[in-house]
């Protein structure tokens, strides 16, 4: 079967390009792509190429397919999972392998390692690694923009689960964000803040009682509220609160005085920036746990930390990078049963846009970028549906669903878009 896919040669060196792929062996799976969601860690790999520590030293002579955020159908099921997978299931798959005997190693991953499989292609082979570590994953939810977006979701239900707290006297550490506590996710109205938020307001085993959202861009802020409200976390049991720290004259005083001047027993540094990983320790209540989320591109960026603290407060630093397969399950399963990721979605394409969209990620703004890979459609803001849709039905289509949907992304949407594609032309 031919496929169409972006592939990976060397550094900004981004293909699209159709090709055969092979007959699948007994112990590999077929599967069609339908969507892929972008992510900073693609511009990443696409920026570093051989030398990034997922992508194998030779994609110059064997290129890999990027994408690593995807969903789609199972087509083909070889001889040794016909037990467990089926043709038609949609499904999503956990990239972090931990595979020890892949292109590279323990760090070996779909979308960055493989030459067959990864999420900007329309049909790819998924190995038997993916199945043999439990990594292609069953989606019974609606629609398959979700099941693309359960990675990233992982990622943030990962970091509250790896952190920690401790009694003083045990060395027990007792895992998971603080029960009843004060959590702050600073710099948190991008992609990955907001499926923070959207995590820890509807979570049903563990809530803190107050969530402070922060920003220094008012109407990233107001996008977010207007997303996932203070009202909606109060139903839950929450107090959310998003604040604006570019208008504080002290921000740390002013943000601590929000906790009775205990400060925050788990805070989440959404942004790889001095001031802000500064501000994260500043806050940090007795046993107060700081979670390094964001992952800088440099190699040598550091920040100061007070050790005073470290010794006498007994606060402390994570540092979590993707999820692990529990993590995407879960994520899954809240899908299914309702939890909706649509708010991180801003711009909507076809494969036709990955390459411009992944060597420029940093430059366009909004969210997250989500490709549906059998269709051709430039990238797309959801905000630009309706001024396009003067010229063009589809457009004009699209913007009435979304608007039935607090102009969010949503599965009729995406019903439609790939039933009518065809016309954007």
Request: aromatic share 8%.
């Amino acid at each position: 079967m031919k496929t169409k896919a972006v592939r990976l040669y060397g550094k900004n060196d981004l293909r699209l390009e159709e090709f055969e792929l092979p007959q699948i062996k007994e112990d590999e799976i077929l599967a069609k792509v339908v969507c892929d969601s972008i992510c900073m860690s693609s511009y990443k790999a696409s920026h570093e190429a051989d030398i990034h520590k997922r992508v194998p030293r030779d994609i110059a002579q064997n290129p890999v397919i990027i994408g690593h955020e995807f969903a789609g159908e199972i087509v083909e099921v070889g001889a040794k999972w016909k037990e467990k997978f089926t043709p038609g299931a949609k499904f999503s798959i956990q990239p972090a392998l931990n595979y020890e005997k892949g292109p590279v190693g323990v760090l070996s991953a779909p979308g960055y390692s493989y030459r067959y499989i990864g999420g900007d292609a329309t049909y790819v082979v998924i190995p038997n690694e993916v199945m043999e570590q439990g990594c292609l994953l069953n989606y019974t939810g609606k629609g398959f923009y979700p099941g693309a977006l359960s990675e990233p979701l992982s990622c943030v239900i990962g970091a509250m689960h790896a952190n920690y707290h401790i009694t003083p006297g045990s060395y027990v550490h007792q895992m998971e964000i603080a029960e009843g506590g004060c959590m702050a996710i600073l710099a948190g109205v991008g992609p990955m803040g907001l499926a923070a938020i959207n995590y820890a307001i509807h979570r049903k085993d563990r809530k803190p009682r107050l969530i402070v959202v922060t920003d220094i861009d008012q109407s990233r802020l107001d996008r977010a509220a207007s997303l996932y409200s203070p009202e909606e976390a109060a139903k839950n049991g929450i107090e959310l609160k998003y604040v604006n720290t570019g208008a504080m004259a002290d921000p740390t005083a002013e943000l601590k005085a929000l906790t009775g001047g205990k400060g925050y027993n788990d805070v989440f540094v959404f942004a790889p920036v001095v001031p802000v990983v500064e501000q994260a320790d500043a806050i940090l209540a007795f046993d107060g746990c700081l979670n390094f989320f964001a992952g800088p591109a440099k190699t040598d960026f550091k920040a100061p930390f007070n050790f005073y603290n470290v010794h006498y407060a007994y606060t402390h630093v994570v540092g979590t990078s993707g999820g692990n397969t529990a993590d995407m399950i879960e994520a899954l399963e809240m899908m299914s049963a309702g939890l909706d990721p649509a708010g991180l979605v801003t711009h909507v394409g076809g494969l036709n846009a990955v390459i411009d969209t992944t060597l420029n990620l940093p430059n366009i703004p909004g969210g997250k970028k989500l490709i549906y890979t059998h269709i051709e459609m430039p990238l797309t803001p959801i905000v630009n549906f309706g001024k396009l849709g003067e010229k063009n039905p589809v457009y004009a289509e699209l913007d009435k669903i979304c608007a039935r949907h607090k102009g969010l992304w949503n599965t009729e949407a995406e019903e439609y878009l790939l039933a009518h594609a065809a016309q954007l032309a």
